[in-house]
């Protein structure tokens, strides 16, 4: 491992130095970033679905949303006012005691080791979200590339690589490794010089991370996005006037990239009753019409295979309606299973992702036990409910219930597609992510990768720019109680 204590000793270098960086200047690497990616034109897209499975259309698409989401972190350093800056000058003659001169901002915590998701060869990859916002926030990044797509993440870290040289940026701000071991993930996440962990994929992944670095010498904080069902109630008055919309729009969702989502519906949740009995059948003839499909790799198919398969021999658990064409090998099979919540309430497997094309339907003999059925469910990244406008605010308790275990919820919508803006909150109570305060996606995510620090008196000339007097560039900040310019 000693070339990744190099790696590391080498990105503490760099961060001494990035940490300098004005706004100004990372906003311009950073829109560097997303140019090099540009450039990197079609031969990008087609090695990304060679090494993927992925349809060119959606990598088009995602590699416009990471671009998207570059610009967007260099729109926020550029303005500057997301450091938080406070001022609260010095009274010398408060009685009885004098306050001092305090001023606060966030400041960057140093090398931040990314892991590559699977699941988004570009958006949560190499120049994905973890990278883009611990770069906006001032930190350099050790990137550990997915084993999946190592290419794909090689042509985007010789993208990072370009813009590092035309902005004059430390050649060490970013660093690629390639190593499909959990010893190198480990040694990365152990090493004293690493001070925060970024990382989507598995619960035992995640949890794995999050274990080896709370259990060092100084702990670090690791945000690991895991496993997520986003369960989905479904209230008997929109079962009443609109089923056969509601099937359609959740058989496109379950089966939406062959369920490689996070925020796939996994479970969904009804009262029984004539509608949900002809939602269900509406349901099941549209899951039969949708084909198979490739999985992203080997592994992922295996896992889905398995995990289905065990999830269908659960105790009451009986299968609904899969795809009516036989798959081929490596390909996700559209899946809907049922359950009744008496079942579902004693069977904490029944709330484990099955990550893929897959959602079980939960049905409860009575509001009661829809209520009851929620309380079993883990933290989530999101929840949704479909229903009318008058059951809603008679089921207000309910949703505030649920708001208190997801970081998102939906009305009327499916939890697949995640806007990229300010006001999107992409994480969730454990086991959904290990820190539900933190998004990880838009501007937001940066806030993972820095900490406050006040300075008590400090010589004028020895403060940040941002906690000047004459605030040099101009930003928001909060003096002595007042927002000002
Ligand atoms: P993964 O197994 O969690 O691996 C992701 C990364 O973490 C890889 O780089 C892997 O290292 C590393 N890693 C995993 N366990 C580790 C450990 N114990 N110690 C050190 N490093 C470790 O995810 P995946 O390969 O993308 O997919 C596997 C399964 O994860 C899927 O079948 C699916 O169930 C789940 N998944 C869920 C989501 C979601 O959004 N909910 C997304 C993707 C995957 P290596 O490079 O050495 O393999």
């Known amino acids: 491992m000693n070339n990744l204590d190099t790696v590391l000793l080498q990105s503490r270098e760099a961060f001494l130095q990035y940490r300098t960086r004005s706004g100004m200047a990372k906003a311009n690497f950073l829109e560097a970033i997303a140019s090099e990616i540009e450039a990197l034109g079609d031969p990008l897209i087609q090695k990304a679905m060679e090494e993927t499975n992925l349809p060119?259309?959606?990598?088009?698409?995602?590699?416009?949303?990471?671009?998207?989401?570059?610009?967007?972190?260099?729109?926020?350093?550029?303005?500057?006012?997301?450091?938080?800056?406070?001022?609260?000058?010095?009274?010398?003659?408060?009685?009885?005691?004098?306050?001092?001169?305090?001023?606060?901002?966030?400041?960057?915590?140093?090398?931040?080791?990314?892991?590559?998701?699977?699941?988004?060869?570009?958006?949560?990859?190499?120049a994905g979200v973890d990278t883009a916002s611990a770069l906006a926030a001032g930190c350099s990044v050790v990137l550990k590339a997915h084993p999946a797509h190592p290419e794909t993440s090689a042509m985007v870290a010789g993208a990072i690589s370009k813009a590092i040289r035309a902005c004059g940026e430390h050649a060490h701000v970013f660093q690629?490794?390639?190593?499909?071991?959990?010893?190198?993930?480990?040694?990365?996440?152990?090493?004293?010089?690493?001070?925060?962990v970024g990382f989507t994929g598995s619960f035992s992944g995640g949890k794995a991370l999050y274990d080896y670095a709370t259990s060092r010498p100084e702990p670090i904080p690791v945000f690991a996005e895991m496993g997520s069902i986003n369960p989905v109630f479904i209230l008997p008055g929109a079962l009443k006037v609109r089923a056969a919309k509601v099937a359609e729009m959740y058989a496109a969702s379950i089966t939406q990239g062959v369920g490689q989502f996070c925020t796939n519906p996994g479970l969904m949740l009804s009262i029984q009753?004539?509608?949900?009995?002809?939602?269900?059948?509406?349901?099941?003839?549209?899951?039969?019409?949708?084909?198979?499909?490739?999985?992203?790799?080997?592994g992922i198919a295996n896992n889905f295979i398995k995990n289905r398969g065990k999830a269908l021999k659960e105790k009451g658990v009986t299968l609904v309606a899969e795809s009516s064409v036989p798959a081929k090998s490596n390909q996700g099979i559209p899946t809907v299973a049922s359950v009744n919540a008496e079942d579902f309430l004693k069977n904490p497997a029944l709330v484990e992702e099955v990550f893929g094309p897959y959602s079980l339907l939960v049905?409860?003999?009575?509001?009661?036990?829809?209520?009851?059925?929620?309380?079993?469910?883990?933290?989530?990244?999101?929840?949704?409910?479909?229903?009318?406008?008058?059951?809603?605010?008679?089921?207000?308790?309910?949703?505030?219930?649920?708001?208190?275990?997801?970081?998102r919820v939906i009305i009327?919508?499916?939890?697949?597609?995640?806007?990229?803006?300010?006001?999107?909150?992409?994480?969730?109570?454990?086991?959904?992510?290990?820190?539900?305060?933190?998004?990880?996606?838009?501007?937001?995510?940066?806030?993972?990768?820095?900490?406050?620090?006040?300075?008590?008196?400090?010589?004028h000339g020895l403060l940040p720019a941002e906690l000047q007097n004459q605030n040099p560039l101009g930003i928001w900040r909060m003096v002595n109680n007042t927002w000002t310019k």
């Open 56 to 126: 060119e259309v959606r990598l088009i698409g995602e590699r416009g949303r990471t671009c998207n989401q570059l610009r967007q972190f260099a729109s926020m350093v550029r303005e500057g006012s997301w450091v938080e800056a406070r001022i609260d000058t010095a009274l010398p003659d408060r009685q009885p005691l004098p306050k001092p001169d305090l001023r606060k901002m966030m400041v960057p915590l140093g090398p931040v080791v990314v892991f590559g998701a699977s699941n988004f060869p570009f958006a949560y990859s190499t």
């Open 363 to 407: 049905i409860s003999k009575s509001r009661e036990e829809l209520f009851k059925a929620l309380d079993a469910i883990p933290g989530q990244l999101t929840a949704t409910i479909i229903g009318e406008d008058d059951e809603l605010v008679d089921y207000a308790d309910f949703i505030q219930r649920v708001s208190d275990r997801v970081g």
């Open 273 to 298: 009753s004539p509608e949900l009995s002809s939602f269900t059948q509406q349901l099941a003839t549209k899951i039969r019409e949708v084909a198979p499909a490739t999985m992203l790799h080997p």
């Open 412 to 459: 009327n919508g499916v939890p697949t597609g995640v806007e990229v803006c300010p006001a999107m909150h992409h994480g969730g109570p454990f086991p959904a992510t290990t820190d539900s305060r933190f998004t990880s996606v838009g501007i937001d995510a940066a806030k993972r990768w820095v900490r406050p620090v006040s300075f008590q008196n400090f010589p």
């Open 176 to 196: 690629h490794v390639q190593d499909s071991s959990f010893e190198a993930g480990k040694f990365l996440v152990q090493h004293p010089l690493t001070k925060a």
